[in-house]
C-alpha cells in the first residue's frame, strides 16, 4: 500500500491549506507569513492558530495534501486497464502534469528552508515510485513485454532517479531546444523502455510511439 498523509479535515482547515497553496505557489515559501494568509482569507491570526501551531506545520500539510493527490493519481493505475507499457506511460502523464502545475523553485526552497519536511517528503515519494515500479515489472514479465532477468530495484532506482533529476535539475538548456517537458520526458520514457523490454515489448512500443 501507499504511504498516506491523509487525515479528514474540518472545512476551515482545508480552506486555510488551499489559499496557503496558492500564496506559496505564487509567493514561494519564504516570503508568505501567517498574517499574509490570514488577511487573504479575512480571518483573525488567531483563526490560523487554531488549526495549525507555525507556518512550518502550515508548510508540511500544503505539502503532503499535494503529494497526496499525486499519489491517489498513482494509485488508480495499479487497476487501470493496459499492459505494462501503458502504465509507464499513464505514470509518466501523471509526473509530467504534476512538474507543469508546480514551481520547480518550490523544490529548492523546500530543501533548503524545510530540510526535515523535505527529506520526509522524498521517502516517501521513493517509497511511491518503488512501489509502482515493483508492480510494472512484474506486470511486464507475466505478459511477456519486459525481459525475465530484470532486477526490479534496480530498474526501480533508475526510474526514481530520473523523476528527481527532472524536478531538481536545470533542464533549460535541453528546453531552449523546442523541447516541451512533455516531449523531454516523453523521450526518456522511450528510452527507459527500450532497456527492460525484450523483442516483442519492443515491437509493441514502436507500435504505440507510431499510433
Aim: aromatic share 10%; with cysteine.
Amino acid at each position: 500500500m501507499f504511504p498516506s498523509f491523509a487525515p479528514r479535515m474540518e472545512t476551515m482547515e482545508t480552506d486555510i491549506i488551499g489559499k496557503a497553496k496558492e500564496m506559496f505557489h505564487r509567493y514561494g515559501l519564504r516570503p508568505v507569513t501567517m498574517d499574509d494568509i490570514a488577511k487573504e482569507l479575512s480571518v483573525s491570526k488567531k483563526t490560523l492558530y487554531k488549526y495549525f501551531s507555525n507556518k512550518e506545520e502550515l508548510v508540511e500539510k500544503s505539502v503532503e495534501q499535494i503529494f497526496e493527490t499525486v499519489s491517489g493519481r498513482m494509485r488508480e493505475l495499479l487497476n487501470s486497464s493496459g499492459n505494462a507499457i501503458d502504465m509507464l506511460f499513464a505514470m509518466d502523464e501523471v509526473i509530467c502534469s504534476n512538474i507543469e502545475e508546480h514551481d520547480p523553485g518550490l523544490q529548492f526552497q523546500l530543501e533548503r528552508y524545510y530540510p526535515e519536511l523535505h527529506a520526509k517528503l522524498e521517502n516517501q515519494k521513493q517509497k511511491m515510485v518503488y512501489l509502482m515500479m515493483h508492480h510494472n515489472i512484474k506486470q511486464g514479465k507475466e505478459e511477456g513485454l519486459f525481459r525475465p532477468e530484470l532486477n526490479a530495484d534496480v530498474v526501480a532506482f533508475l526510474y526514481y532517479s530520473r523523476a528527481r533529476l527532472m524536478t531538481e535539475s536545470d533542464m533549460s538548456h535541453l528546453q531552449g531546444q523546442n523541447l516541451s517537458t512533455s516531449s523531454l520526458m516523453r523521450e526518456i520514457l522511450i528510452y527507459h523502455v527500450r532497456g527492460i523490454a525484450n523483442e516483442k515489448g519492443l515491437a509493441y512500443l514502436a507500435q504505440k510511439i507510431k499510433s
